[in-house]
């Protein structure tokens, strides 16, 4: 955004934007969250010190937590330095200042979401298996199918309405449009419904010692 040429660099576009980090990021995380969380529940089975966790006083729902948002915190975390692009931004705007920040928030908000969508997926992916390996690369199949294979498929359809709910069902269309700056209560439920299917999925998956 800021070293290389081309038309993702900030300086060589001319607009007081992060459109850049809003493009670039997804891409970023399809890679960086299965890695975050493939180790979560697979290492915990390979090195078996997920049975000592489950005779632990804890109920599935608990473990499921803790380990989601141990992994919703490293994606906050990540996304805190990149404050530092809209503070320079906002200082070389002309005048200083003249930056859109209500959509910045608005986006930022997205990217979250979206981060915490690809992590639940990473967690359910990450209990599915007890290698590290299996766990990420089934994550980054999951994200991926999720974030750009609805939109591929609604391009195949012949019909325009069946297209775009096909389309509504993948992530890219509900974060691209938050993305541009607006909440729009549909895509927050979306992306909260993501997240508690695939989060529940992981409770099932980690109840079935039982069964």
């Known amino acids: 955004m800021w070293v290389f040429p ?6 060589d576009s ?5 459109d850049s ?6 891409w970023l995380y399809l890679f960086l969250i299965p890695a975050i969380t493939m180790r979560l529940f697979a290492e915990e089975k390979k090195s078996g010190t997920i049975e000592l966790l489950l005779t632990r ?15 919703f915190l490293l994606i906050v975390f990540s996304l805190l330095p990149t404050l530092l ?14 930056v859109d920040s209500g959509a910045v928030a608005g986006s930022y908000i ?9 992590a639940a997926i990473g967690v359910f992916a990450s ?8 766990s990420f690369i089934t994550a980054l199949v ?8 609805f939109e591929t498929l609604s391009n195949v359809t012949g019909n325009a309405a069946v297209s775009r709910f096909i389309y509504s069902l993948g992530i890219s269309s509900h974060y691209a449009s938050m993305s541009r700056g607006v909440i729009d209560s549909r895509d927050v439920i979306y992306f909260l419904s993501l997240i508690t299917v695939f989060l529940l999925l992981t409770k099932l998956k980690t109840e079935s010692r039982k069964w």
Request: proline share 4%; hydrophobic share 50%.
């Open 6 to 11: 081309g038309g993702y660099n900030v300086l």
């Open 57 to 71: 006083p804890l109920t599935e729902w608990q473990i499921v937590f803790a380990k989601y948002f141990a992994a």
């Open 142 to 149: 999951f994200c991926f199918v999720c974030f750009t294979g």
């Open 110 to 118: 997205g990217l979250l979401l979206l981060g915490s969508g690809f």
């Open 85 to 98: 692009f809209y503070m320079c931004i906002y200082v070389l705007s002309a005048p200083a200042g003249n």
């Open 21 to 26: 980090l809003f493009i670039l990021t997804p």
């Open 14 to 18: 001319g607009y007081a934007a992060m």
């Open 127 to 134: 209990s599915l298996t007890d290698n590290q390996v299996v």
